[in-house]
């Protein structure tokens, strides 16, 4: 089970029409989709990649193994630009 | 168009400009307190918002071994430009190795800068300083600096934030010719109380290109006010548009000025995400955390609180400027917050 954490340094901003994550560390942005930002905010109420995943899949109605692919590729791409990090026991 | 005062020289500054009773500057060296000051009353419209609680700045000048740099011991923080960052304690240091540092204190308002003052020093690394130090301890205390000009008329508030280069200073003069009341032409402060966000200048004074400003008769003075380091010159558009400046702005409007080469000049509506992702290079965000967070909350209701768009000065800005921006800001949606 692997635990996501995100970078207290960055600032999610949720407008209508997109969501930019700001990193104050480097004052780098990044824009975020419908679907990245509601994963970006799950991961405030959910740190554990699993269940993550199955509150993707239970939102948009896709099986779970499918929502775990893209929860993971998300989680790697923020991983990589220090947006979050992860634990794993 | 506000009324005219003679075409004669006039003073690019306001030297009778006071400073408030709350700041003080303490800087053992004569010529260097002169030209401090010299540039605090240049600030004077922004520094009138920071008080009352107490502002003190404290000026040393050394040799480059002398100025000091990080101490031991501090977190460092990310750096802002090209400066490095640190925290000790309740200090944030701004730190040029050699050349220069800031240490704040904004709790208690106090900032203390060293700097080399060496034949071959920068000619604006102390007004740089000076800045640094002020615009800190503004965010602070809830204002928030922003890249913009910034007009109003009718009730209604124009923003245009953007780099040097994009217009902002030839659009200004051509709004304030038209009527329009300003801030400022090149940055502002934004300001969140209990009611809407607004705005207020943190320096009046614009440098304008000569070129521009000697197609209107009434700049025809231009020559006469002494060149600024990039052949600009300084001139408070108060002194030749009585009755021009606004003591603060709602905004209404975002637009974010593009000079293009096309024929025609246009507006072009962008999407709220588009205009907060513009707004960020245009604001001096500070390294501590909690303060810049409050900073992209005030950006983002900035955009929720107003119509974004693009607006492209094209060839035919330059040929008719006051006749092309009457154009285009009549084309702006008339009930601005409909959407």
């Given at each position: 089970m692997t635990r996501v954490i995100r970078n207290p340094a960055v600032v999610c901003t949720d407008l209508d029409d997109g969501a930019v994550l700001l990193d104050l560390d480097t004052t780098a942005y990044y824009s975020l989709n419908r679907t990245a930002v509601g994963i970006w905010k799950l991961i405030g109420d959910e740190p554990m990649v699993e269940a993550i995943a199955a509150r993707v899949a239970e939102k948009y109605d896709v099986d779970h193994e499918r929502a775990l692919a893209s929860v993971k590729r998300l989680i790697a791409a923020l991983e990589h630009e220090k947006l979050i990090r992860t634990e794993s026991p | 168009m506000p009324a005219l005062v003679s075409a004669g020289r006039v003073s690019p500054v306001h030297p009778e400009a006071e400073l408030p009773g709350w700041l003080s500057l303490v800087c053992a060296e004569p010529a260097a307190r002169r030209s401090v000051e010299r540039y605090l009353r240049y600030l004077a419209p922004g520094i009138?918002?920071?008080?009352?609680d107490p502002v003190r700045l404290v000026l040393e000048i050394a040799a480059p071994d002398d100025v000091?740099?990080?101490?031991?011991?501090a977190v460092t923080l990310p750096s802002r430009g090209r400066y490095r960052v640190a925290r000790l304690d309740n200090h944030l240091v701004y730190s040029i190795d050699r050349q220069a540092l800031v240490r704040l204190d904004p709790a208690a308002g106090i900032a203390s800068i060293w700097f080399s003052n060496t034949?071959?020093?920068?000619?604006d690394l102390v007004p740089g300083l000076v800045s640094l130090a002020l615009l800190e301890l503004a965010s602070h205390r809830g204002l928030f600096g922003l890249h913009a000009a910034a007009v109003a008329r009718d009730g209604l508030g124009y923003l245009l934030p953007g780099?040097?280069?994009?217009?902002k200073t030839s659009l200004c003069l051509t709004l304030v010719r038209e009527g329009f009341h300003y801030l400022s032409d090149d940055f502002i402060l934004m300001t969140e109380g209990t009611g809407d966000l607004r705005c207020v200048p943190f320096f009046r004074t614009s440098n304008l290109d000569v070129a521009w400003a000697e197609r209107f008769p009434e700049l025809s003075?231009?020559?006469d006010l002494p060149p600024l380091v990039h052949g600009k010159r300084m001139l408070d558009l108060e002194r030749c548009y009585p009755g021009s400046h606004a003591a603060a702005v709602r905004p209404t409007y975002l637009l974010f000025p593009t000079i293009v080469a096309h024929a025609e000049s246009a507006v072009r509506r962008i999407t709220r995400h588009d205009a907060f992702c513009r707004l960020l290079p245009e604001s001096r965000v500070s390294a501590d955390v909690r303060t810049a967070t409050a900073h992209v909350r005030t950006l983002e209701r900035l955009v929720r609180q107003c119509e974004t768009f693009e607006l492209h000065h094209g060839r035919d800005f330059l040929r008719a400027p006051t006749e092309t921006l009457r154009g285009l800001l009549e084309s702006l949606p008339r009930d601005p917050g409909g959407r």
């Open positions: - | 009138a918002h920071l008080g009352p000091p740099g990080i101490a031991p011991g034949p071959n020093a920068e000619s780099a040097s280069g994009s217009g003075f231009i020559h």
